[in-house]
């Protein structure tokens, strides 16, 4: 096999044959990932502002720097 063949997905005949089946199955549930990453975006804002409001009161900028 070619290196054009190989990077193509095009066989000898010039054939074409995709690369990635279209009914792939994917290996994780995209819906469970999606909630888990909504759920730690979501934390994070939340520890983020609460992080700001006690620098505010302590320091003299809201940021730790």
Same mark, same amino acid.
């Given at each position: 096999m070619?290196?054009?063949?190989?990077?193509?997905?095009r066989?000898v =005949?010039?054939? +074409?044959q995709p %690369?990635?089946p279209?009914?792939?199955?994917?290996p994780?549930?995209a819906?469970l990932?999606? =909630?888990a990453? +909504?759920?730690? %975006?979501?934390?994070?804002?939340m520890?983020?502002?609460?992080?700001i409001?006690?620098a505010s009161?302590?320091?003299?900028?809201?940021?730790f720097?």
């Amino acid at each position: 096999m070619s290196m054009f063949s190989r990077l193509t997905g095009r066989g000898v =005949a010039g054939a +074409s044959q995709p %690369l990635v089946p279209v009914n792939q199955v994917l290996p994780f549930d995209a819906w469970l990932l999606a =909630a888990a990453l +909504s759920l730690m %975006l979501i934390g994070f804002v939340m520890i983020s502002s609460a992080s700001i409001e006690v620098a505010s009161v302590k320091m003299i900028t809201p940021s730790f720097i």
